[in-house]
């Protein structure tokens, strides 16, 4: 399991052998899904988003970007849900960047730790925000 000084491993204790490869799966499924650099996150940043039912299977499925609420649901949805290519496709670099600091406190830890993993510039635009 990969760590790092903003996510490191849980303590012994806390998870036996079993429950840490658990989480080490799990995170590898969504650093699988990873784009290679932000700069492929081109998705749209205005007007109404329709996700594909494999994305969004349970509750919105449609989503007005001008509405705050909706836009960061979008990406949380997206963030834990979309598969590889659908990242380029709904998200977009600039408006990660921009929601990223209150975003990362709505997703899980694990998508948090892999996505501030691969890119150190998630993390320090948060130190940045505060």
């Given at each position: 399991?990969?760590?790092?000084?903003?996510?490191?491993?849980?303590?012994?204790?806390?998870?036996?052998?079993?429950d840490?490869?658990?989480?080490?799966?799990?995170?590898?499924?969504?650093?699988?899904?990873?784009?290679?650099?932000?700069?492929?996150?081109?998705?749209?940043?205005?007007g109404?988003?329709?996700?594909?039912?494999?994305?969004?299977?349970?509750?919105?499925?449609?989503?007005?970007?001008?509405?705050?609420?909706?836009?960061?649901?979008?990406?949380?949805?997206?963030?834990?849900?979309?598969?590889?290519?659908?990242?380029p496709?709904?998200?977009?670099?600039?408006?990660?960047?921009?929601?990223?600091?209150?975003?990362?406190?709505?997703?899980?830890?694990?998508?948090?730790?892999?996505?501030?993993?691969?890119?150190?510039?998630?993390?320090?635009?948060?130190?940045?925000?505060?």
């Amino acid at each position: 399991m990969s760590c790092s000084p903003q996510h490191p491993a849980p303590a012994p204790r806390d998870l036996s052998g079993k429950d840490v490869e658990d989480l080490a799966l799990y995170r590898e499924k969504f650093r699988r899904r990873l784009p290679g650099s932000l700069d492929e996150l081109r998705g749209p940043t205005q007007g109404v988003v329709e996700l594909p039912l494999h994305v969004a299977w349970s509750g919105l499925t449609s989503y007005d970007l001008g509405r705050p609420r909706q836009r960061m649901g979008l990406y949380r949805t997206v963030l834990h849900e979309g598969l590889r290519d659908d990242l380029p496709r709904y998200l977009n670099q600039d408006m990660l960047l921009q929601l990223w600091p209150v975003l990362r406190t709505l997703v899980g830890r694990s998508v948090r730790a892999v996505w501030e993993d691969a890119f150190p510039q998630l993390a320090s635009h948060v130190r940045a925000a505060a």
